[in-house]
């Protein structure tokens, strides 16, 4: 990088300004609050909190932040606008008056920066643009302000008039801007086109502090952020988990994994990196969107494992196939049991839950075996740990079946007014005692469920604490004409742990049965732990 490698180096967060543009998001000011403070457990250096004046719901988390409610450790809070409108004095601009207002150290502007959106979408010139820019950054940087500016549409506009956009970003620090940040706005640059142009932009300036921003539209987000860090950027903006418009922009949780692991910088304070699954998730939960599973670094996949090959190297050493200790971003591996799996798999997928089988190897072909005949006919071992620890569990002789059915009967009733009852009757053997007991519920399984608890609890109490948390339905491809199977994932909690269950046969409340049974004994199995 350069002689600008001495420089201090950002990483900008801006999920409470882009991100929020996502489809589908609304943070309210409380989640705003939260959502920051998250941001901060990171060492993220910079959060650019919102547009005051133009959003009220930004205005008034500056205002409650400027109060004394968002204490950042790591952070300083940006407030973000554009520059003065044209034909207005800057100091009579209500939007530029507004960043002053909301009392950040840090104002981020955006400005235009391709010609031709200066002429066709601002209707202005492009004097009057450059105005505009000099004008706004040397007031703010008066009012102790220190600015960095967003040069919209960067790209676009220096391959179609690379004199114009230079001039921008010239101006822009001759008035004092400390960052020009080249934004990739529409999402369409490639690597190799970032790093011409971050080049081209270095040998007409010198060793100015250059930033990066990148929306995802190519998929190409996080690897054209890392290729103008390579080719000299110093302050690279992003999101949490990649929200924003459209596809999105850069993943702030990729890059940091990317520039901490791969590029050996610098970027965080001491353990901050191992708090990334945690913040990723915790965000994605305000957010009210389900965390990515496949995401890199902070994934659950992240680092799990399927195929038998794969686990066989990893017994041997798990950096023959992980790519970095999971530890250091707060991730962990997982081996995935399926029809592809082994013996490895098998023995590592039972030493990560716990059980060491490596002086059972008949209960390992014999566990392998049943897997695979197993997930033949429809099941799923992916997300059912608690149903394949109950399988080697049961292999090894170690449980003892704390019931046994008779029966069980559901009946939904529709009634004339419109309401759908349900209620489920289960008849079994536990102790040496035949029960019989009765449950109600919205559905067939819940009443299942409820009575199949309720003829336990008095023999085994600690079943009063356990909930159904979960219930998810698949139909499957039957092997015989039109016939289909149903496979059934059941969550269950205690309170403070949640488990999965799997059932599979053809009619869906045998599987929903043989899930909820499995449910069950572990509820068991973890209270008698």
């Known amino acids: 990088m350069g002689a600008q490698s001495t420089m201090r180096f950002d990483v900008f967060d801006t999920t409470l300004r882009d991100g929020a543009q996502r489809e589908g998001v609304t943070y309210s000011v409380e989640d705003k609050l939260a959502v920051a403070r998250l941001l901060d457990q990171i060492g993220i250096g910079y959060i650019e909190g919102g547009w005051p004046g133009a959003m009220p719901k930004d205005t008034e988390f500056f205002a409650r932040a400027a109060a004394g409610e968002l204490k950042l450790l790591h952070a300083d809070l940006v407030a973000f606008g554009s520059t003065r409108k044209s034909g207005v004095a800057v100091e009579s601009d209500r939007q530029v008056q507004a960043l002053i207002d909301a009392q950040t150290p840090v104002v981020c502007l955006v400005a235009k920066s391709d ?3 200066v002429e066709q979408a601002l209707r202005t010139t492009r004097e009057d643009n450059l105005a505009m820019v000099r004008d706004t950054v040397r007031h703010l940087v008066a009012q102790g ?3 960095f500016l967003d040069c919209e549409h960067f790209y676009d506009g220096f391959r179609a008039d690379a004199d114009y956009t230079t001039s921008v970003v010239a101006t822009a620090f001759e008035a004092g801007a400390e960052v020009v940040v080249m934004c990739d706005t529409n999402g369409g640059m490639l690597p190799s086109w970032v790093t011409d142009v971050v080049t081209d932009v270095r040998s007409r300036l010198g060793d100015v502090r250059l930033g990066m921003h990148a929306q995802n539209d190519t998929g190409c987000a996080v690897a054209n952020t890392i290729a103008a860090v390579e080719a000299g950027v110093m302050h690279v903006q992003g999101t949490a988990n990649g929200y924003g418009e459209r596809p999105g922009n850069a993943d702030l949780f990729v890059l940091l994994g990317n520039l901490t692991t791969k590029l050996g910088m610098d970027v965080l304070p001491d353990g901050c990196l191992q708090e990334m699954v945690r913040v990723s998730h915790a965000i994605a939960e305000l957010a009210n969107i389900a965390p990515d599973s496949h995401q890199p670094y902070v994934g659950a996949a992240a680092f799990a494992h399927k195929a038998g090959l794969h686990a066989s ?17 707060g991730n962990d591996m997982r081996i995935l049991i399926t029809e592809m799996a082994g013996r490895a798999s098998v023995e590592l997928k039972s030493r990560e839950l716990g059980l060491d089988l490596a002086d059972h190897p008949r209960a390992v ?4 075996e049943k ?6 006919d429809g099941w799923s071992f992916e997300a059912a740990d608690a149903s394949f620890e109950l399988m080697v569990r049961d292999e090894l002789g170690q449980l003892s079946p704390p019931f046994a059915l008779e029966s069980y009967r559901v009946i939904v009733e529709r009634r004339a007014d419109g309401v759908v ?6 008849k079994l053997h536990a102790r040496g005692e035949r029960i019989v007991a009765t449950g109600e519920g919205i559905g067939p399984v819940n009443a299942l469920d409820r009575a199949l608890r309720q003829s336990l609890e008095r023999l085994y109490p600690q079943l009063a604490d356990l909930d159904l948390v979960d219930y998810k339905v698949r139909i499957l491809e039957g092997r015989h004409g039109s016939d289909a199977v149903t496979r059934v994932l059941v969550e269950t909690g205690d309170g403070e742990h949640v488990w999965t269950t799997v059932g599979v046969h053809e009619n869906v409340i045998e599987a929903s049965w043989m899930a909820l049974q499995d449910a069950v004994r572990y509820g068991l199995l973890r209270t008698a732990a």
Request: aromatic share 2%.
């Open 115 to 117: 010609a031709r959106h």
């Open 145 to 147: 302000r220190r600015v």
């Open 313 to 329: 190297a990893i017994k041997v050493s798990p950096e023959l196939y992980n790519h970095i200790d999971p530890v250091v971003v």
């Open 365 to 368: 072909a014999a566990v392998v």
């Open 371 to 376: 897997v695979k005949r197993l997930e033949a």
């Open 421 to 426: 009852a349900s209620e489920a009757t289960v």
